[in-house]
Nanobody
Framework: EVQLVESGGGLVQAGGSLRLSCAASGFTSDDYAIGWFRQAPGKGSEAVSCTSRLTGRTYYAESVRGRFTISSDNDRNTVYLQMNSLKPEDTAVYYC????????????????WGQGTQVTVSA
């Protein structure tokens, strides 16, 4: 069973930075996609940034491109989301999400979710 544990959220002023971490375990092969989704109050979830373990390809939502960077430490089975130049509209609960298989898939299906970590950006 895939397990995802996030950490690194918090409260930061606009323009500041945070780094989220997702410790992953339980994958049966390197064919999986993993990424960060977020859900703001009263809104649906959206894919923020994702990566394919198999191909290394990445995806960024238009709203975060140039400010956020996704990276992986495969030895530690950890995926990071470095968030710079944060804006109040980035406030949300951020979830690590993953799915196995799909080979060409960059953003995961919503098969496995972490518990979420709150990111709050004050104006």
């Amino acid at each position: 069973e895939v397990q995802l544990v996030e950490s690194g959220g918090g409260l930061v002023q606009a323009g500041g930075s945070l780094r989220l971490s997702c410790a992953a375990s339980g994958f049966t092969s390197d064919d999986y996609a993993i990424g960060w989704f977020r859900q703001a109050p009263g809104k649906g979830s959206e894919a923020v940034s994702c990566t394919s373990r198999l191909t290394g390809r990445t995806y960024y939502a238009e709203s975060v491109r140039g400010r956020f960077t996704i990276s992986s430490d495969n030895d530690r089975n950890t995926v990071y989301l470095q968030m710079n130049s944060l804006k109040p509209e980035d406030t949300a609960v951020y979830y690590c999400v993953a799915s196995e298989g799909g080979r060409e898939r960059v953003c995961p299906k919503d098969d496995y979710w972490g518990q979420g970590t709150q990111v709050t950006v004050s104006a």
